[in-house]
């Protein structure tokens, strides 16, 4: 049994006559016929038989058909890979972001890139305090989305482009008030509560100088979603970028602080970042491009 004598047998049990189906796949109507034979002697089932004027399905033509129509499939998928693997098209691409970026952003450059290249695997991760950088230097990320400061530079040889602008600041949930609706404006109203901050970053960044307070208590996190949860549970107040609080704030559940004699809010830009002297497929530069595009349209 070939795939060619599979694919004669679905040809005229879809057109219903060897004729057609030899015109079909600009074979002889001897050559079909006789495949046919062979398949059916091979099976030792009758496949077809003849109604008038027409080739019509046995019972067991009909059971084997879709079988030998998924077989042709996965024929052709076969043929696909090959040639995509056979290109400089690669198998994957390994996308890793900061939770602290504007991921609506980079989902919407993947889909973008998966429709036109969807043989290649797209690998996304989120990181936090700025583990996508530590991603692309050990390896493991082709592209990153990352707060960047200059500094970065000393640790690898980097290409960069501008990617969006994110701004963070502190907030406290209404009901860890003492009084409600009564705001404070002093950094001495807040020590009852634990400020709820980031865990140490990485690349020995000082984020108490950085920050520029630190509270007696406090709680730390390495992930920016279970910080916005405690922050919603009314567990302390602290600091969060400010689009990953936006509807909370906008209903009153979340407080921006605004306090005297201290700047809280502190402003930063994310890049796009990838190994200068590490080239990317034909898939890769599509998914750089793509977000280059999707960050321009944002600014």
């Known amino acids: 049994m070939t795939l060619d004598q599979i694919k004669m047998f679905v040809t005229v049990a879809k057109l ?55 077989l042709l499939k996965q024929q052709l998928n076969i043929e696909t890979i090959a040639h995509h693997l056979a290109s400089d098209l690669e198998p994957k691409i390994h996308i890793v972001y900061e939770a602290i970026c504007h991921s609506d952003l ?33 390896g493991r990320g082709d592209i990153t989305i990352s707060p960047w400061m200059d500094r970065f530079h000393e640790l690898g040889d980097f290409e960069t482009l501008p ?18 609706n009564v705001i404070p404006t002093f950094v001495n109203e807040l020590e009852h509560l634990p400020l709820l901050m980031p865990q140490t970053m990485l690349f020995q960044l000082d984020l108490e100088r950085l920050l520029g307070f630190v509270s007696p ?8 979603w279970a910080q916005k949860a405690m922050l919603m549970n009314g567990a302390g107040w602290g600091y969060i970028p400010k689009h990953l609080i936006a509807d909370e704030l906008a209903s009153g559940e979340l407080l921006e602080l605004k306090m005297e004699q201290l700047s809280f809010d502190i402003y930063g830009e994310n890049r796009m970042v990838k190994l200068a002297n590490k080239n990317l497929g034909v898939a890769g530069d599509a998914m750089w491009q793509a977000l280059a595009k999707v960050a321009d349209k944002a600014a």
Do not use: M, W
């Open 16 to 70: 219903g006559s060897i004729a057609a189906a030899a015109e079909c796949l600009c074979k002889t109507q001897s050559a079909i016929s006789i495949a046919l034979k062979r398949l059916q002697q091979e099976l030792k089932l009758d496949l077809l038989h003849r109604e008038q004027y027409r080739l019509t399905l046995t019972d067991a033509g009909h059971k084997l058909l879709s079988h030998c129509e998924f």
């Open 217 to 224: 208590s406090q709680i730390r996190t390495n992930d920016l």
């Open 163 to 180: 990617f969006s602008r994110f701004k963070i600041i502190t907030a406290i949930h209404k009901k860890a008030l003492v009084e409600p």
């Open 106 to 138: 980079i989902f919407s450059a993947i889909t973008e890139v998966q429709k036109s290249y969807p043989l290649t695997e797209l690998y996304l991760s989120s990181e936090n305090n700025l583990g996508a950088i530590k991603s692309l230097i050990d």
